[in-house]
């Protein structure tokens, strides 16, 4: 047993190691430590299903073995912010103020034709646009528009808008959803009412929602006949 233990403790700081130089583009959305323990887990859970000559003991231990190395990792981070640097990336700034940083390009391996996509998709035209981009340790770019290539806000027109705040599902696909119901204290007798009111039954609506300000969101039940 201590044979795999010291096993899952090489190999799970060799894939760190591997995932860290391959650099943050590869790693999607996930942590350098998370993908490593995603790897890892979903391999060695698969052993002894796969093969039942394998004891699930053998599973077990390592299993356990990485999820306390995870808690640990994350308890170390929390109060040692410096050594985060050395399991995973820091921010790269690529743009600033509409100027590209070629060196930090070259060094991470993106190309211009990778940034100017990701500057598309934020929906801006061309990196003077640009007042910020980083590529963040989740491997996702941040794109922050200059003042000039932003449109107007409530703010900036002098409007004070009113919060609506998120949608919450009252009616779904003809049910009442009673979760969000109690949890906005509205009552079965204020909904037959709202029925009443647009003359219609609960079944006939497939969603119904309402935001924080009481403003309703209503889309009706498709005829399928």
């Known amino acids: 047993m201590l044979t795999i233990f010291v096993r899952t403790v090489i190999i799970y700081i060799l894939l760190i190691g591997t995932m ?7 790693l999607g959305e996930l942590e350098v430590s998370e993908l490593v323990t995603t790897l890892l887990v979903s391999e060695i859970a698969s052993l002894p299903i796969a ?8 599973a077990v231990i390592p299993l356990v073995t990485i999820l306390a190395f995870e808690i640990m990792l994350s308890m170390i981070l929390v109060k040692c912010p410096a050594l985060k640097n050395v399991v995973s990336a820091r921010p790269t700034v690529l743009i ?7 060196k930090e390009m070259r060094r991470i391996r993106i190309s211009l034709d990778e940034l100017i996509s990701e500057i598309r998709q934020s929906g801006l035209a061309t990196p003077e646009d640009v007042d910020y981009a980083i590529l ?5 770019i941040s794109i ?18 009113e919060e609506g705040g998120v949608i919450h599902a009252l009616i779904e696909d003809g049910k009442i959803n009673r979760y969000n119901l109690d949890l906005l204290n509205l009552s079965d007798d204020w909904l037959i009412s709202y029925l009443k009111k647009e003359k219609t039954e609960l079944k006939k609506i497939f969603f119904l929602g309402i935001n924080d300000i009481g403003e309703l969101y209503r889309i009706d039940m498709e005829d399928t006949r």
């Open 20 to 26: 860290r130089l391959m650099g943050k583009r590869q």
């Open 51 to 58: 093969d039942q000559d394998i004891p699930v003991v053998y």
């Open 96 to 102: 600033r103020h509409g100027v590209l940083d070629q």
């Open 136 to 140: 963040e340790q989740n491997g996702k």
């Open 144 to 161: 922050i528009p200059k003042r000039a290539a932003q449109p107007p806000s409530a703010r900036d027109l002098s409007l004070s808008p």
